[in-house]
């Protein structure tokens, strides 16, 4: 998976097309990443004995294909690469060429 926890992503389809956020959680073996602000629902708390029932309001996994990372410089949604500098591995956005 080329997008990691902490990078700012642009949502590329579906009902939330166009908003972005960081990703708080990778899901790697499902290919899905949860995003802040993204693909937010409604879930009914059921009681117990030390809190009360309730609706709460948590944002859902998204498929990591329906997202793109965010270029630093553009500013627009671009795909990720790799490069070897000095024997280490960094991921470079293929638009611009600027280190994520």
């Given at each position: 998976?080329k997008i990691?926890?902490?990078d700012n992503?642009?949502?590329?389809?579906g009902?939330d097309?166009g908003?972005t956020?960081?990703?708080e959680r990778?899901l790697p073996?499902?290919?899905r990443?949860v995003?802040?602000?993204?693909n937010?629902?409604k879930?009914?708390?059921?009681p117990?004995q030390t809190?009360k029932?309730?609706?709460?309001?948590m944002?859902?996994?998204?498929?990591?294909?329906?997202v793109?990372?965010?270029d630093?410089?553009?500013?627009?949604?671009?795909?990720v690469?790799?490069s070897?500098?000095?024997?280490k591995?960094t991921?470079v956005?293929?638009?611009?060429?600027?280190?994520?």
């Open positions: 998976m990691k926890k902490g992503v642009i949502v590329t389809t009902k097309k908003k956020g960081t990703v990778n073996r499902v290919d990443v995003v802040s602000g993204v937010v629902r879930v009914h708390k059921k117990t809190s029932g309730q609706i709460v309001e944002t859902m996994p998204i498929h990591v294909s329906n793109s990372i965010v630093s410089k553009t500013k627009k949604a671009t795909r690469g790799y070897i500098e000095k024997g591995k991921r956005t293929k638009k611009s060429g600027a280190t994520v």
